[in-house]
């Protein structure tokens, strides 16, 4: 890995992964109802500091999609093989999710498929993939651009949980005290 990503404009570069992510998310977010799409993207009972984070963590995001767009995938090394992994199994854990959010019956939280064991999987399987496309360029920036990007938008998921705490009361508090948040590194509130 160095540090800095080899940029370049041919069809070995990270267009290639990014394509696929928004495919695949595009193809999942039609598929779901409009409710539930609201759902996902609402931020009612943020407060202001939450969404000064938000927007930051956003152009920092695009930071790091524009050097994933230029950067060579680097085929011929250990680093992409690894990434790619990541990438898939996050793909795959983000699409999952998706689904299961859309089979809660309305008025509930998703607890519900990977919801049993993460209160964000979505969340996860999106760092996932990105942790693993920016592997998949050996370039130890776009993973540095990532890891500040993951750690503001946590504060995004906190503003989510106060969010459901105060839609769905007790039931949720007794979620949160049994499902970590981030599969099994972060417990409670």
């Known amino acids: 890995m160095t540090f800095f990503p080899e940029f370049s404009v041919g069809w070995l570069d990270g267009w290639l992964l990014l394509l696929v992510w928004l495919a695949v998310f595009g193809f999942t977010i039609k598929l779901l109802p409009k409710d539930v799409v609201r759902k996902l993207y609402d931020e009612s009972g943020?407060?202001?500091a939450q969404r000064t984070l938000t927007r930051i963590a956003k152009v920092l995001s695009l930071v790091m999609l524009v050097g994933l767009l230029f950067s060579r995938l680097r085929v011929d090394a250990v680093v992409f093989w690894v990434g790619l992994a990541l990438y898939v199994l996050g793909l795959g854990v983000l699409v999952v999710a998706l689904v299961h959010f859309a089979q809660m019956p309305e008025g509930k939280p998703a607890t519900n498929g990977l919801y049993r064991y993460s209160r964000n999987p979505q969340w996860v399987g999106l760092v996932m993939?990105?942790?693993?496309a920016t592997f998949a360029t050996g370039s130890w920036l776009l993973v540095l651009l990532l890891a500040v990007t993951a750690v503001i938008y946590h504060f995004r998921i906190l503003a989510e949980e106060r969010?459901?705490?105060?839609l769905y009361g007790e039931s949720f508090e007794g979620y949160m005290k049994r499902v970590p948040r981030y599969f099994g590194l972060v417990r409670g509130g």
């Open 46 to 48: 943020w407060t202001p």
């Open 129 to 132: 993939l990105f942790l693993g």
């Open 163 to 166: 969010s459901c705490l105060a």
